[in-house]
């Protein structure tokens, strides 16, 4: 279906979420994935293990920004990526939902907290600025998670003529991720936003939305 964004030549798809990122070559509309099953993926780049809210602050960067000097942090299960965009107003507040590190809220307030125990700080040594500090530490080390993917990806040479000029779809509840990552790979194509297209709402589960057009378009209902 993202193919359809990209019917000739070479595209990539990028569809980033909660839990994963996918990183998915395209040739004339057709799916050219190096991979078959995840292990494949995972050794061809084309699957990267990082999300945009479950995926543990410590799993991403072994160390932070504080005050102006680098901190190891807590190997534990104290905060997760969903905190770290939070603080950084990437991601909505939601306050009903208690799915978080902690079991508290889905807040900007509750999201400093995390953040101050991921390097053992209580209250009296972290606040909101050294959040934001550390938050943009964490995320830049995302990036260069999923950057570090898309050049292995890249450099297997589906895309030999395009360079860094070929079209890219991205899709996701982590979208802004996405563009990030393009932006520090200094990709000048063509960009589809399925959030733009189909909203946002779809766009998050465009992976079941593309399921169920393609199986209806099949059966002719």
């Known amino acids: 279906m993202a193919g359809r964004c990209a019917p000739a030549g070479a595209a990539l798809l990028?569809?980033?979420g909660s839990?994963?990122?996918?990183l998915i070559p395209l040739l004339d509309g057709q799916p050219a994935a190096a991979g078959r099953t995840d292990t494949q993926r995972l050794l061809a780049g084309e699957l990267v293990y990082t999300g945009v809210e479950r995926s543990p602050v410590c799993a991403v960067a072994r160390r932070v920004r504080y005050r102006g000097q680098t901190c190891s942090v807590a190997?534990?299960?104290f905060a997760t990526m969903r905190d770290v965009y939070l603080v950084r107003g990437e991601l909505p507040e939601q306050p009903d939902d208690l799915q978080t590190a902690d079991g508290r809220p889905a807040t900007r307030p509750a999201a400093v907290a995390r953040l101050a125990r991921m390097i053992c700080a209580d209250e009296t040594e972290f606040g909101v600025p050294d959040a934001v500090e550390?938050?943009?530490s964490a995320a830049?080390?995302?990036?260069?998670?999923?950057?570090a993917a898309l050049g292995r990806v890249v450099r297997r040479g589906w895309n030999a003529d395009a360079g860094l000029g070929f079209p890219v779809v991205v899709s996701g509840h982590g979208e802004f991720l996405a563009r990030r990552v393009l932006t520090q790979a200094g990709h000048v194509g063509p960009l589809f936003s399925l959030a733009d297209r189909l909203g946002p709402t779809v766009s998050r589960a465009a992976t079941a939305y593309a399921l169920a057009v393609l199986m209806r378009e099949?059966?002719?209902s």
């Open 140 to 147: 830049v080390a995302q990036a260069a998670l999923v950057l």
């Open 19 to 22: 839990t994963t990122c996918d």
């Open 75 to 77: 190997q534990e299960l």
């Open 134 to 136: 550390l938050a943009a």
């Open 218 to 220: 099949e059966s002719g």
């Open 14 to 16: 990028i569809d980033v």
